[in-house]
Nanobody, 123 residues
C-alpha cells in the first residue's frame, strides 16, 4: 500500500489548512488511519487517529478542538482539517495505515506510511 499525502504549505498563525492522504488501494478501509508529525530536531509525535469505520477518533491534547480527522473509505482517503494553526504546529505531517481496525498513538502500531507533507505556520 502506498500513501500519498498532500495539502501542506506555508500559512499564517490562525489560518486553516486541510491535509489529505490517499491510499493506493482499498486495504486501508479495514484499518484505522492516523496522522503523525515531526518538527525539526524532534521525534515523530502522534496527532490523531480514526478507526476503520470513522466512528471513533483520538487526538493529542495539543490539537484538541483545533484539528479534525475524517475519512472517506470509498476514496481510500483520510483528511486532517487543521484550524487556528499555531507556529508550534510547524512540522512534516505523515499519514499512516494502522495494523488493525483501531488506531494507536504509537508509531509501532502502523504498517504503512506516507512520504509526509510540510506544514509551516508563520507568526
Amino acid at each position: 500500500v502506498q500513501l500519498q499525502a498532500y495539502g501542506g504549505g506555508l500559512v499564517q498563525a490562525g489560518d486553516s489548512l486541510r491535509l489529505s492522504c490517499t491510499a493506493s488501494r482499498r486495504t486501508s478501509s479495514n484499518n484505522a488511519m492516523g496522522w503523525f508529525r515531526q518538527a525539526p530536531g524532534k521525534e515523530r509525535e502522534f496527532v490523531a487517529c480514526i478507526d476503520w469505520r470513522g466512528g471513533s477518533t483520538v487526538y493529542t491534547d495539543s490539537v484538541k478542538g483545533r484539528f479534525a480527522i475524517s475519512r472517506d473509505n470509498g476514496q481510500s482517503t483520510v483528511y486532517l482539517q487543521m484550524s487556528t494553526l499555531k507556529p508550534e504546529d510547524t512540522a512534516v505531517y505523515y499519514c499512516a495505515v494502522a495494523k488493525g481496525p483501531y488506531g494507536s498513538s504509537w508509531p509501532s502500531g502502523y504498517l504503512y506510511w506516507g512520504q509526509g507533507t510540510l506544514v509551516t505556520v508563520s507568526s
